[in-house]
């Protein structure tokens, strides 16, 4: 009971003093109100250097898009004027011509040598058929059985 008793009196001394405690002093409040407002001032402060920044790289990336479009339209008008003076192309139609007879000469006697392997080979044929030639059954030992 004894401690129950002390620990109301603390409890409600402890009260007391808090309530003589609210009354802040003036210079704690305004050292929290310059933090406030400090940090009030830094945070907006960040949002003003965000959006500076976002202008700067929106200014470069249109600074950049436009030298790349004059780059390009550059190299057109180059492409167009190396197109105009150009040297024309050598005349290569007797080439043409002359390599087509050499392709028909060439398989003409690819022809001739065809045509000559199968006379060749039809005489060779023809030799073997009109020759003397072993009777199967004794060539293949055949006659025995």
Same mark, same amino acid.
């Given at each position: 009971m004894?401690?129950?008793?002390?620990?109301?009196?603390?409890s409600f001394?402890?009260v007391?003093?808090?309530?003589s405690?609210c009354?802040?002093?003036?210079?704690?409040v305004r050292? &929290?109100?310059e933090?406030i407002?400090r *940090?009030?001032d830094?945070?907006?402060?960040? &949002?003003?250097?965000?959006?500076?920044?976002? *202008?700067?790289?929106e200014a470069?990336?249109e600074?950049l898009?436009?030298k790349?479009e004059?780059?390009?339209r550059?190299i057109?008008?180059?492409?167009?004027e190396?197109?105009?003076?150009?040297?024309p192309r050598?005349?290569d139609?007797?080439?043409?011509?002359?390599?087509?007879?050499?392709?028909r000469?060439?398989e003409?006697?690819?022809?001739?040598?065809?045509k000559?392997?199968?006379q060749r080979?039809?005489?060779?044929?023809?030799?073997?058929?009109?020759g003397?030639?072993?009777?199967a059954?004794l060539?293949?030992?055949l006659?025995?059985?």
């Amino acid at each position: 009971m004894v401690r129950l008793s002390l620990l109301l009196f603390f409890s409600f001394k402890g009260v007391l003093v808090l309530a003589s405690e609210c009354v802040q002093d003036d210079t704690q409040v305004r050292s &929290m109100v310059e933090r406030i407002n400090r *940090r009030y001032d830094d945070f907006f402060e960040v &949002m003003r250097e965000r959006e500076q920044r976002q *202008r700067r790289i929106e200014a470069s990336r249109e600074n950049l898009r436009a030298k790349r479009e004059a780059r390009e339209r550059e190299i057109e008008l180059a492409r167009i004027e190396y197109v105009k003076n150009r040297r024309p192309r050598p005349d290569d139609s007797h080439l043409q011509a002359q390599y087509q007879a050499e392709l028909r000469e060439r398989e003409r006697k690819i022809e001739v040598a065809r045509k000559c392997y199968v006379q060749r080979k039809d005489y060779a044929a023809e030799i073997l058929k009109r020759g003397r030639t072993i009777p199967a059954r004794l060539e293949f030992g055949l006659d025995e059985y």
